[in-house]
């Protein structure tokens, strides 16, 4: 006798009933649902027999409040075949039935049929792939089968051994099918039991993982979270999942874990490859593979952000300057490195530290210079834009001095005075005055002080100084006083020295010439009879052209215990054989002046 009855049609629905969805984070996944079991775990009984429906929360955990219903009705607690102990119902009665545990969504519906035929094949409500699956054919009691077949499409299957119950090992799709049995009685000559038909649907365990990338468009450098997306069936929730993940088909990390996620510390440009996610049983009886996923690594864009203090970039000799360098936009840990480039455009490697602060506690002139900061996160480095520090130096007290040295001159010399301070920052304005009054300024931006020049005469007698300024307060020089050289004074002493020296030169002359002139008259004596009697008397020596004394312009020098010496070199002729050479041969005049 055949049975009528084929859940095939149920299967389905109460897979599908169970795949509700809900997006979550962008992607979709088994929102929770409610999970209920029958025990013994069939969906076909006899009629007289009693089936136990237990409610679970996802994941198989009780829950602390339950409603059944049947036929769309909540279930009632009334006498009757009907029985409720907290979260299960003994159910005896042909129907539909589902429960929901606490606030989650209702479980799939589960239709149970107590049937009165001879022979009935039982199965499981949902097959899932990789289960183990059991069909048993089950006979009336009474009635004993001498032989048992299974049937899967219309052919029988071969087993190795009698047995009223079919195993099928690791279910996957090539199992799907109409299933049936038929039993032939030993009594009965040529009787045959035909079963009721069930259609096996071997339904995901789990859909195909998804990978993505949190966050999805990462900077270079930063760390990034895989996550392995896939969501187990309500009906095998309790089952347990390992994953894996891969770059350009290489494992990362260790191997598989209990975690469907798997984080980067920090990931770059050049990484920007293939990542793909596996997900399988623990007994990797069944095992899914993500499509490739590309993750697009963008160029870390470092954003500095430098605080100065004091904040004007202009720091006074022996303040406090505090550099401090904040990069956004660049994945850390961070190492910073401070650079300076000076006047000459030489630049320094001054600091590297893990801190990103620059600190001198006493800046001098030598700290002035544009300054900029390194931000290095051991793959990539990041300049930050060089700002200016300028250190204002007050200026020293200026030297004023002469080009000369000396601080007496002669009516009309030129007189360049200099006016210099040894440190100060620029610029630096000098100013000169005579006798308070000011003379002209000039402002210099580098080294080397300033000049003022001038022709003395006997009204710039006076004292003068000079004042440097840059800014910070004006600092005075020394006075000096500059005088005309007096003439007169001191004239006595170098004039009867000059005498003395003039005769003693003289009298050499006049002996040297009467030498010359002996010899050239033939070794006459000078006494000669053919001259004038007169001649031979003594007279006093006649000097012809004889210049008058020429007073010489004394050697300069302000040292007051020098004295000049002036020289006067005469020359005589005689009176009668060379006075016609006296316009031909020049006057020799030496001036000389001798400092003692």
Same mark, same amino acid.
């Given at each position: 006798?055949?049975?009528?009855?084929?859940?095939?049609?149920?299967?389905?629905?109460?897979? *599908?009933?169970?795949?509700?969805?809900?997006?979550?984070?962008?992607? &979709?996944?088994?929102?929770?649902?409610?999970?209920? !079991? *029958?025990?013994?775990?069939?969906?076909?009984?006899?009629?007289?027999?009693?089936?136990?429906?237990?409610?679970?929360?996802?994941g198989f955990s009780v829950p602390?409040?339950?409603?059944?219903?049947?036929?769309? =009705?909540?279930?009632?607690?009334?006498?009757?075949?009907?029985?409720? =102990?907290?979260?299960?119902?003994?159910?005896?009665?042909?129907? $539909?039935?589902?429960?929901?545990?606490?606030?989650?969504?209702?479980?799939?519906?589960?239709?149970?049929?107590?049937?009165?035929?001879?022979?009935?094949?039982?199965?499981?409500?949902?097959?899932?792939?990789?289960?183990?699956?059991?069909?048993?054919?089950?006979?009336? =009691?009474?009635?004993?089968?001498?032989?048992?077949?299974?049937?899967?499409?219309?052919?029988?299957?071969?087993l190795h051994h009698q047995s009223?119950?079919?195993?099928?090992?690791?279910?996957?799709?090539?199992?799907?099918?109409?299933?049936?049995?038929?039993? #032939?009685?030993?009594?009965?000559?040529?009787?045959?039991?035909?079963?009721?038909?069930?259609?096996?649907?071997?339904?995901?365990?789990?859909?195909?993982?998804?990978?993505?990338?949190?966050?999805?468009?990462?900077?270079?450098? !930063?760390?990034?979270?895989?996550?392995?997306? @896939?969501?187990?069936?309500?009906?095998?929730?309790?089952?347990?999942?390992?994953?894996?993940?891969?770059?350009? *088909?290489? *494992?990362?990390?260790?191997?598989?874990?209990?975690? !469907?996620?798997?984080?980067?510390?920090?990931?770059?440009?050049?990484?920007?490859?293939?990542?793909?996610? #596996?997900?399988?049983?623990?007994?990797?009886?069944?095992?899914?593979?993500?499509?490739?996923?590309?993750?697009?690594?963008?160029?870390?864009?470092?954003?500095?952000?430098?605080?100065?203090?004091?904040?004007? #970039?202009?720091?006074?000799?022996?303040?406090?300057?505090?550099?401090?360098?904040?990069?956004?936009?660049?994945?850390?840990?961070?190492?910073?490195?401070?650079?300076?480039?000076?006047?000459?455009?030489? $630049?320094?490697?001054?600091? =590297?530290?893990?801190?990103?602060?620059?600190?001198?506690?006493?800046?001098?002139?030598?700290?002035?210079?544009?300054?900029?900061?390194?931000?290095?996160?051991?793959?990539?480095?990041?300049?930050?834009?060089?700002?200016?520090?300028?250190?204002?130096?007050?200026?020293?007290?200026?030297?004023?001095?002469?080009?000369?040295?000396? %601080?007496?001159?002669?009516?009309?010399?030129?007189?360049?005075?200099?006016?210099?301070?040894?440190?100060?920052?620029?610029?630096?304005?000098?100013?000169?005055?005579?006798?308070?009054?000011?003379?002209?300024?000039?402002?210099?931006?580098?080294?080397?002080?300033?000049?003022?020049?001038?022709?003395?005469?006997?009204?710039?007698?006076?004292?003068?100084?000079?004042?440097?300024?840059?800014?910070?307060?004006?600092?005075?020089?020394?006075?000096?006083?500059?005088?005309?050289?007096?003439?007169?004074?001191?004239?006595?002493?170098?004039?009867?020295?000059?005498?003395?020296?003039?005769?003693?030169?003289?009298?050499?002359?006049?002996?040297?010439?009467?030498?010359?002139?002996?010899?050239?008259?033939?070794?006459?004596? @000078?006494?000669?009879?053919?001259?004038?009697?007169?001649?031979?008397?003594?007279?006093?020596? %006649?000097?012809?052209?004889?210049?008058a004394c020429i007073e010489l312009?004394?050697?300069?020098?302000?040292?007051?215990?020098?004295?000049?010496?002036?020289?006067?070199?005469?020359?005589?002729?005689?009176?009668?054989? &060379?006075?016609?050479?006296? !316009?031909?041969?020049?006057?020799?005049?030496?001036?000389?002046? $001798?400092?003692?």
């Amino acid at each position: 006798m055949s049975g009528s009855f084929s859940p095939c049609v149920v299967f389905t629905q109460m897979w *599908l009933t169970l795949l509700v969805v809900t997006p979550v984070n962008g992607q &979709h996944e088994a929102a929770q649902q409610s999970v209920v !079991s *029958l025990q013994p775990p069939w969906t076909t009984f006899f009629r007289g027999e009693v089936v136990t429906l237990t409610c679970y929360r996802f994941g198989f955990s009780v829950p602390q409040k339950t409603k059944w219903y049947q036929k769309r =009705k909540t279930v009632k607690q009334t006498p009757g075949p009907l029985v409720i =102990k907290a979260h299960t119902l003994e159910v005896h009665e042909s129907g $539909e039935y589902w429960c929901q545990a606490d606030s989650l969504l209702p479980s799939m519906h589960v239709n149970l049929e107590f049937s009165e035929d001879f022979l009935m094949l039982q199965a499981p409500p949902a097959v899932f792939e990789g289960d183990s699956v059991v069909l048993r054919c089950y006979a009336k =009691k009474g009635i004993e089968a001498e032989t048992l077949t299974f049937y899967k499409d219309g052919k029988a299957l071969t087993l190795h051994h009698q047995s009223s119950e079919l195993y099928i090992h690791h279910a996957n799709l090539k199992d799907n099918g109409q299933y049936k049995c038929t039993s #032939k009685k030993k009594w009965s000559f040529g009787s045959l039991y035909t079963s009721n038909t069930v259609g096996v649907q071997v339904q995901e365990l789990f859909p195909r993982p998804v990978l993505t990338a949190r966050p999805s468009h990462p900077i270079d450098g !930063s760390p990034v979270t895989l996550t392995c997306r @896939t969501q187990l069936s309500a009906q095998k929730s309790d089952a347990r999942l390992q994953f894996c993940f891969f770059r350009n *088909l290489q *494992l990362l990390g260790s191997g598989c874990s209990r975690s !469907s996620e798997f984080h980067i510390p920090a990931i770059w440009t050049e990484e920007s490859k293939r990542y793909q996610c #596996k997900a399988e049983t623990v007994n990797s009886q069944v095992r899914k593979q993500s499509t490739a996923f590309i993750i697009p690594v963008q160029r870390a864009s470092a954003r500095f952000q430098t605080h100065i203090i004091p904040a004007s #970039k202009l720091v006074f000799e022996g303040q406090l300057l505090l550099l401090n360098c904040s990069v956004k936009g660049v994945p850390g840990p961070l190492k910073f490195s401070w650079y300076k480039k000076d006047m000459l455009n030489k $630049e320094t490697k001054i600091l =590297k530290s893990s801190k990103a602060e620059f600190k001198i506690s006493q800046v001098n002139i030598s700290d002035a210079g544009e300054y900029h900061c390194e931000a290095n996160n051991s793959r990539r480095s990041f300049v930050s834009r060089a700002f200016p520090i300028t250190i204002k130096v007050p200026v020293s007290q200026p030297v004023l001095t002469l080009s000369t040295g000396k %601080t007496q001159a002669l009516e009309g010399d030129l007189m360049i005075l200099h006016c210099q301070s040894q440190r100060g920052s620029p610029c630096i304005l000098y100013e000169f005055f005579y006798e308070n009054v000011s003379l002209g300024n000039s402002s210099i931006l580098s080294g080397g002080g300033a000049y003022f020049n001038f022709s003395m005469s006997t009204e710039r007698s006076g004292n003068y100084y000079c004042t440097a300024d840059n800014g910070l307060g004006a600092q005075c020089s020394e006075a000096i006083r500059i005088s005309i050289f007096d003439m007169t004074k001191n004239r006595s002493v170098p004039m009867a020295a000059g005498i003395t020296v003039g005769l003693l030169i003289m009298a050499v002359g006049v002996f040297l010439f009467y030498c010359w002139f002996s010899r050239k008259a033939g070794g006459k004596p @000078t006494s000669d009879d053919s001259r004038n009697p007169s001649d031979s008397e003594p007279q006093e020596p %006649t000097y012809y052209n004889v210049p008058a004394c020429i007073e010489l312009q004394p050697v300069y020098s302000n040292e007051p215990e020098e004295n000049v010496i002036y020289t006067e070199v005469r020359r005589t002729q005689p009176r009668q054989k &060379h006075a016609d050479q006296e !316009s031909e041969s020049p006057r020799s005049r030496c001036q000389m002046a $001798e400092k003692k």
